[in-house]
């Protein structure tokens, strides 16, 4: 007799999920699945809506990742415009944008790893249950936990700050922005009272990275080997090679380093990427076209953007990048837990450009706007915290939007989380003849390393239990735990 | 001196999951008036980490938020720190667990409340149900009251 075990909701992840492992009569996993329930009804609602309302109501969609649906419409829209293909913006314009989106990337990476992730390297996969969350943290480390508190709330000042406001905010429009930065707000960020200043996000990210490479030292064939496996990645890079998480060309490499994206222009991303549909998931499939389903499937986010990229263009983390592509001889990084790291020198790297960008007179010009000659579609993309974010729009004579497309981040990384999924519950379930809690929890530990938003409900509807369920082939319940 | 935070918190753009944000507000211009340098008013999509600090800096904080339980109209009750939903999604940060962390990090407990004002309908789009509506004015006449009554009986402090 098989069994099937279902976990649900995956916790400690933005929104929820359902994870299910068959299993037969000798324990042995025989396929994982991670289900999604993901919101697709955004891209009906927008239809028929003035084009102009996009970056506002993109924002409806999620309140984890906000920034990255307003600056991704906002980016299509200015194509619309007239202006330009995403590079075409007033410095202010640009820049402006840049801060707004290198302190999301700040605040969300921090709340990853200080909230998420840090009770795992705290207390170990198989540690207390009851101890593995930012309270037992707290406990354990005040100062890694206030510090984690401190550096989201600088994050979501500058989000405040070029935003507009926290809810709904208004700052990037099609074709630039509609406020730049004070010298009051400037000085807020850039000279605040310790610790809300620029100087000491620098210096606690570091610290943050220090944290995790110790870890990594004294675990290294655990952090090495948990749900490690090849696959392709793809990103945005800079023209010149450099990580940009703003603007730039499409580019992916296979397990072994070679380019199988070549820098291309992402406005013709349907030329280069398919989505498929498996009838047990939500959420679809997505694979570069040319290499086929089998073998186009890659992984985006933190790690995917560190194997693309040729380097980092601020010098602290750059030389953090090099230590990680040394690691690996400068091939491709394919180890799982290795995205904690990515995104510990992704915070740097952002602490660094938040501190450059504070310091640009630029900041505050008014030219905030730029417009050309109107288009009727456009193609806008970033590196959302979690990876690669694709919105597509097209509009009618009378400005209102006849369609609209959305690939978001965690919908990139469908195969590689269920890949996770299926290594890691054969790692720790596979022959055993109870399910366990830090087998659970590895399973968790697999899908959060790609810190996904799995669904973009509201704090209302997001209130699960963690549900299991194991069911013998004949379809009967042999066992059900909640944990609230 | 004495400070309250009203600290609404929900998706405006779902329906009666907005109805803790307009109720922040709707309090605003009053509270600002009433109780000046007093009274602050906040408003997010839903509540985070970062807010542990926040609440610390007050006497007493008044969370609201909309509410899918089988209540009538709204309930205001105390909140306490709590471990019980330290297992959690994003979306599901609880105010007991903000207050616990405000205790763990900063050793300071502010009095806490959670306004939970009944909402109904839950999909993406702006505006609250009718019912929702009748609720907010309901508990916007209590919530005034009750902030007079604790500002006034604070107001040497």
């Known amino acids: 007799m098989s069994k099937k075990i279902t976990i649900e909701p995956v916790t400690r992840v933005e929104g929820h999920g359902k994870v299910t492992i ?123 936990a206030v ?41 807020e960020l850039l000279k605040g009272p310790d610790p809300l200043n620029a100087d000491k996000m620098v210096e606690w990210s570091q610290a943050a990275l220090e944290f995790f490479k110790n870890y990594h030292k004294a675990n ?7 749900a490690a496996f090849p696959s392709n990645h793809l990103s945005l890079v800079r023209k010149d090679g450099a990580l940009d998480i703003y603007h730039g060309v499409l580019r992916a490499v296979d397990a072994e380093g070679n380019r199988i994206l070549d820098d291309v222009d992402y406005h013709e991303y349907d030329k280069y990427i398919e989505e498929e549909v498996r009838t047990w998931s939500y ?104 990876g690669t974010l694709f919105h597509h729009y097209k509009i009618d004579e009378n400005d209102l939007i006849t369609m609209a497309n959305l690939i978001v981040s965690t919908t990139h990384n469908n195969e590689p989380m269920n890949r996770a999924v299926n290594f890691t519950a054969n790692e720790y379930m596979g022959g055993q003849q109870n399910i366990t809690e830090p087998m659970m929890n590895a399973v968790e530990v697999a899908i959060r390393a790609y810190d996904p938003c799995l669904s973009c409900a509201t704090h ?24 609230d | 001196m004495y400070k309250l935070l009203l600290y609404g918190y929900g998706n405006p753009g779902r329906q009666d999951d907005g109805l803790g944000i307009v109720l922040a507000e709707e309090m605003y211009e009053w509270a600002v008036d009433r109780f000046p340098g007093k009274v602050d008013v906040d408003t997010n999509y839903q509540l985070n980490i970062e807010d542990a600090e926040k609440i610390s800096q007050y006497q007493m904080v008044i969370f609201a938020d909309a509410s899918q339980e089988n209540i009538e109209t709204f309930t205001f009750t105390p909140v306490s720190p709590s471990k019980a939903t330290i297992e959690f999604t994003m979306h599901a940060m609880s105010p007991a667990y903000i207050v616990h962390l405000c205790q763990d990090l900063f050793q300071l407990q502010p009095e806490c409340f959670l306004l939970h004002i009944k909402g109904y309908e839950w999909e993406m789009k702006e505006g609250l149900t009718e019912n929702a509506e009748k609720n907010l004015h309901s508990s916007l006449d209590f919530l005034k009251k009750k902030i007079e009554t604790v500002l006034l009986n604070t107001q040497n402090q």
Not at chain 1, 31 to 52: A, C
Not at chain 1, 460 to 483: C, F, H, N, R, V
Request: charged share 25%; with cysteine.
């Open chain 1, 460 to 483: 209302a509807l997001g209130q699960m239990p963690l549900e299991m369920t194991l069911i013998g082939s004949d379809e009967q319940i042999l066992d059900y735990k909640i944990k």
């Open chain 1, 147 to 187: 510090q984690g508190v401190m550096m989201r709330k600088f994050g979501q000042e500058i989000i405040r700050l070029t935003a507009g406001k926290k809810i709904h905010g208004t700052g990037a429009i099609p074709g630039g922005i509609n406020k730049n930065l004070t010298i009051a707000e400037r000085d």
């Open chain 1, 283 to 386: 959420m679809k499939f997505p694979y570069l076209k040319h290499l086929g389903k089998e073998n186009g499937w890659y992984r985006v986010g933190p790690l995917a953007r560190l194997n693309t990229c040729d380097f980092i263009p601020t010098p602290l983390a750059q030389k953090e990048f090099e230590e990680f592509k040394a690691y690996t001889n400068g091939k491709p990084n394919n180890m799982t837990l290795h995205y904690h790291w990515a995104r510990l020198i992704e915070i740097l790297h952002s602490a660094e450009v938040i501190r450059d960008l504070l310091n640009d007179p630029d900041l505050q010009s008014d030219d905030l706007v730029v417009k050309g000659k109107k288009q009727y579609e456009g193609v806008g993309v970033i590196e959302a915290p979690r």
């Open chain 1, 22 to 144: 068959f299993m037969d009569d000798k324990n042995n996993v025989t396929q994982s699945r991670l289900h999604i329930v993901e919101f697709r009804g955004f891209e009906r609602f927008v239809q028929g809506r003035p084009y102009w309302e996009a970056p506002v109501l993109v924002q409806r969609l999620c309140g984890i990742c906000p920034v990255s649906h307003h600056l991704a419409a906002a980016k299509a829209l200015d194509v619309i415009v007239g202006a330009g293909n995403g590079d075409g913006l007033t410095p202010v314009g640009e820049k402006m944008r840049r801060l707004m989106h290198y302190g999301q990337f700040f605040q969300s990476h921090v709340l990853h790893f200080f909230h998420l992730s840090s009770p795992d390297f705290l207390f170990g996969i198989d540690g207390d249950p009851l101890q593995r969350n930012i309270i037992g943290v707290a406990k354990a480390n005040k100062d890694l």
């Open chain 1, 220 to 226: 290294r064939p655990q952090v090495d080997g948990f």
